[in-house]
C-alpha cells in the first residue's frame, strides 16, 4: 500500500510517496517519527492532519472509526448549497443549512490514499535539501512584444 504523503512547513507543501506499514492505525492529531515514514525524514516529528481515501472521501477528526459514515454536518467544509436561479452570485453558507455528507473516520486504514501532514520538529536537513526537485522558483518567462 503506498500513501502520498503531503508535508507542510511554512506555507510550502512537500509530496512524498511512502509504503510504511506504520501509519495503518494512527489516528488524526497524532505524532510520529519521520524515521517511520523513510529514512530521509529521521529527525523530523510529523503530526496528522487529515487525509482522503482512494475514493476521494476525507477523514474528518470527530469520526470514530475508520470506515465511511454518512452524517450531518452544518458548517465546514463541503458546505455549498446554492439556491434555484442563483447564478453566479457569491453566496454564504444559508443559516440553518444541514447536509448529510459521506466522510471517512479518524483512523488511518489499507483504504486511505492520501495523507496531510506538518512539520512539528525539524530534522538535521531540511525539506529544501531532502527534495530538492520540488517547489523551485519559478522562472521568468520573457514575452516578445506584440507588433
Request: aromatic share 4%; hydrophobic share 30%.
Amino acid at each position: 500500500m503506498v500513501f502520498k504523503l503531503n508535508i507542510s512547513d511554512k506555507g510550502k507543501a512537500w509530496k512524498v510517496e511512502s509504503s510504511a506499514e506504520s501509519l495503518i492505525g494512527k489516528k488524526i492529531n497524532e505524532e510520529l517519527d519521520g524515521s517511520d515514514l523513510s529514512e530521509s525524514l529521521s529527525g523530523y516529528t510529523l503530526k496528522i492532519t487529515g487525509g482522503t481515501d482512494s475514493s476521494g472521501f476525507p477523514h474528518k477528526s470527530d469520526v470514530q472509526g475508520s470506515e465511511l459514515k454518512r452524517v450531518i454536518l452544518t458548517k465546514g467544509w463541503g458546505m455549498h448549497k446554492k439556491p434555484r436561479r442563483a447564478g453566479k452570485k457569491k453566496l454564504q453558507t444559508f443559516k440553518g443549512l444541514r447536509l448529510r455528507k459521506t466522510v471517512r473516520g479518524t483512523q488511518i486504514s489499507e483504504k486511505s490514499a492520501q495523507i496531510n501532514m506538518i512539520v512539528i520538529k525539524h530534522g538535521s536537513k531540511s525539506l529544501q535539501e531532502l527534495f530538492p526537485d520540488q517547489n523551485k522558483p519559478k522562472e521568468k518567462v520573457e514575452v516578445a512584444p506584440a507588433q
